[in-house]
Structure formats: C-alpha cells, structure tokens
C-alpha cells in the first residue's frame, strides 16, 4: 500500500522533471549557475507564504524554532554549499551530517522542515527544493522575531550526498578570532560578514557545554574567563554548575532572549557575550571587529543593512542550479531512482 503510493508519487516527479528540464532549456542561459529572487514567481508563487505561515503556527509552541531554523541555513550553507545537505539523514549511501559534532543533539527544527515541505509538496509538487525551504525560513524567522525583510535569492537544488566530515569542521564556540576568520574566507566572506553573521545570536539558546569552559577553569587558569562580566558569571555559573547536566539550555541573548534586534552587540559592550567566539568580537583588543560591534551598537538600522547583505552572500555560497542534483521530495533522503526498465518503482526502504 505504502509502497504503491510512494512509486507512484515518484513517477509522477520523473515525469515533471522532463517539463522542467524544457523549461531550463527555454530559459537559456538567463538561470544558469544563478539565483534570482523572481525564481518561483510562476511554479510557486506563494512559497514565502506558505514557509512563514508554518514558523508562525510552529513559534506559538516553541519561541526558539526561528532561530533553530537559520541556524540550519548556516550549517548547511558551510557545508559543500547551500545544498540541503545537512537535512539528509543516515542511510546507505549517506553518512549525515547531522550526526557530526556541532550538530549531533545540537541542530534541531527538522521536524518544522519537514512540515513546510509536506505543505509545499501538496501547493506546488516537486518544485521547491529543500535548499531554498532553509533560505526562506531563515528570512522569515528573522523577520517574525523583530529583525529585518529581504528578498531571498532562489533556485538552489538540493544534493544527494552529505559530508559528515566537512560537518566536523563547522565553526565552533571555542575557536579564536583568526580562525574563525579563517573559515568564513573560506567560503568568501569577510570580517565585516562575521561579525553581522554573528549577531543571529540576538536570539536562540545554547547548551551549558558550549561555554561552560568560561566558568570554572578557562584556558587552565583557575580562573572563569577575564572578559565575562561577573554578574553574568554567576548567573551563568547557577545555570551551568560544575559537573552538572551539560545540555541544559540558556538565551543567547539575555537581555531580548527571542527577538532580533542589535542587544547581542551591546551585551558584548558590558562582557555579557555567552560564548567565547561571541566575546572575542569585541575584546580582541586592536581587531578590526571590535569598531564593527561598536557601529551595530549604536545603528541598528546599520546592523540589519549588513546582517541582509551577509546573508544574501552566505546563501550564495556554491549552490547547485540549473539540472545539478535534484529537487528533494522529501528532505531526508534523496529521490528513488525512477529509471526503473519496466516503468515501476522500487523503493529502497
Ligand atoms: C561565528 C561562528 C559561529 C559559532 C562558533 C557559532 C556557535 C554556536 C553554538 C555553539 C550554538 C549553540 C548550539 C547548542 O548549544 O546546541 C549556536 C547557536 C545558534 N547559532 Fe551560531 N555560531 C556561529 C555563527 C552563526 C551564524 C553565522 C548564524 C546564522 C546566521 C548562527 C545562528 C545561530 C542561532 C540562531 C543559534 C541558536 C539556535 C537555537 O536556539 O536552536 N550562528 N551557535
Ligand atoms: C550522536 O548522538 C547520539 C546520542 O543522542 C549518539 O548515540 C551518537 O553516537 C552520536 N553520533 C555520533 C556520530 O557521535
Ligand atoms: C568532505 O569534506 C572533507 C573536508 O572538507 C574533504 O576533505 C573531502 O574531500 C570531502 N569529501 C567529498 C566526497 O567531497
Ligand atoms: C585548571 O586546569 C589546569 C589545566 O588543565 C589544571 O592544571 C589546574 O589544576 C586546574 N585548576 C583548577 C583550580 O581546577
Ligand atoms: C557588568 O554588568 C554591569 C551591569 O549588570 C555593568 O554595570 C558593568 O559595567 C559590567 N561590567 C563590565 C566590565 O562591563
Ligand atoms: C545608521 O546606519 C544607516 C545605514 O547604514 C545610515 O543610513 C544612517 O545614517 C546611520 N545613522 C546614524 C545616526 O549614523
Ligand atoms: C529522518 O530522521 C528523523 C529523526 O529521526 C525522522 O523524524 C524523519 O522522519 C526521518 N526522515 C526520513 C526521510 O527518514
């Protein structure tokens, strides 16, 4: 029965990507290796719709989903590109990468991904690939909580491989300035990109073992770290004591815990950064990042101009387009192969 179904949705998207591929081919040269914002205006006109309505219904139980949700853009953006690799669970053929460090019991809203595909496969079937769902939630979830508009470039198409390994190498909480400067020009952005990047950290939460190496004993010192405000420290310190449970969660922003604005950059004003790679923006004394907090301090007008333009940059980051990969029917795996000689489907579940 279930099989049946599944072949027969299936045939059905061999079939239309024929008609997509004439229209690829009609369309020359004007979608190749580009995205464009105009990109669904025909085949799926009330995508954004449809992608906000969902994070609206799924904020009202969990305030933190939109920031769940962006975090998934930048973890797959980084990874081989802005591919829908990371949605991709364990199988076969895929080592997922959502089983790797910074994301194992760490990257979470799947389930709201996979709500909004289920809409849109119903709205506008084998269309809307799960590479672009996470660009448009990402918009959304900033817009919904407070933060800027914008128009999100389109047309990505999605993997049908993951790469647990580069996963691995995703930028982490204890990682140096020039480091972490390092892993953003590896996938062109600059300075001025990290630190607007950074400030998605005006909302979210964070587990205790992502800065709890600030506490107790930073850097073997005895010592909690120099440039946490001790205020902050011993609130901090209740929430995350010594030897207790590692995964219990606090704002990464404690003065406007869920909406976005530009109090993640004044906090690192008064040492009220959470993590270490959130401080370091402003107290690496002589660092260029540290003006760049001081102008998104003090223009939040500036602080959303830039937080627009790096993301429209990170979502450039090597998507597949045109006919490369696939647009995914259901984000955590990839399509049956439907070249089947007798014209059936086998499923490989
Ligand atoms: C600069 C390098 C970055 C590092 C080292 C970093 C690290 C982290 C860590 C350790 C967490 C907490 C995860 C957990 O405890 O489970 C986190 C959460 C988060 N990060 Fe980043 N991050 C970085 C950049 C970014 C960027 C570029 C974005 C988006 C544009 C982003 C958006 C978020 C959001 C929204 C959360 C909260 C997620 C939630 O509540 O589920 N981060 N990040
Ligand atoms: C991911 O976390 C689970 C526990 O929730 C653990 O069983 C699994 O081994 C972890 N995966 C990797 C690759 O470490
Ligand atoms: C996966 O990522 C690693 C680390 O970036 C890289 O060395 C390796 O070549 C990648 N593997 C594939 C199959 O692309
Ligand atoms: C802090 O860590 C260092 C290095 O790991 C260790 O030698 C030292 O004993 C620790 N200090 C305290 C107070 O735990
Ligand atoms: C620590 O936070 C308090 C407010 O809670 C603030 O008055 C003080 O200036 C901060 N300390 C530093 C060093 O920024
Ligand atoms: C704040 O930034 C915006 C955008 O960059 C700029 O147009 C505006 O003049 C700035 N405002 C002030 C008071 O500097
Ligand atoms: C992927 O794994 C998640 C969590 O285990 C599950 O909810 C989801 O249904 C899986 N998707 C597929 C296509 O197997």
Known sequence: MLQKSMSSSSSSFCTLLIGLLFVVLLGGSLSHGQLRTTFYDTTCPKVSKIVRGIIKEALKKDARIGASLIRLHFHDCFVNGCDGSLLLNNSATIESEKEALPNNNSARGFGVVDDIKTALETACP??????????????????????????????????????????????????DLPSLKKKFSNVGLDTTDLVALSGAHTFGRAQCRTFNNRLYNFSGSGNPDPTLNTTYLSTLKGICPQNGDTTVVTNLDLTTPDVFDNKYFSNLKVLKGLLQSDQKLFSTTGDETVAIVNKFTANQTAFFASFVVSMIKMGNISPLTGTAGEIRLNCGKVNDDCTGSDGLLYSST
């Not at 047309?155 to 691995?168: H, I, K, L, Q």
């Open 126 to 175: 084998a269309t809307v690939s799960c590479a672009d769902i996470l660009a448009i939630a990402a918009e959304e979830s900033v817009s919904l909580a407070g933060g800027p508009s914008w128009k999100v470039s389109l047309g990505r198409r999605d993997s049908t491989t993951a790469n647990r390994t580069a996963a691995e190498l995703l930028p982490g909480p204890t990682e």
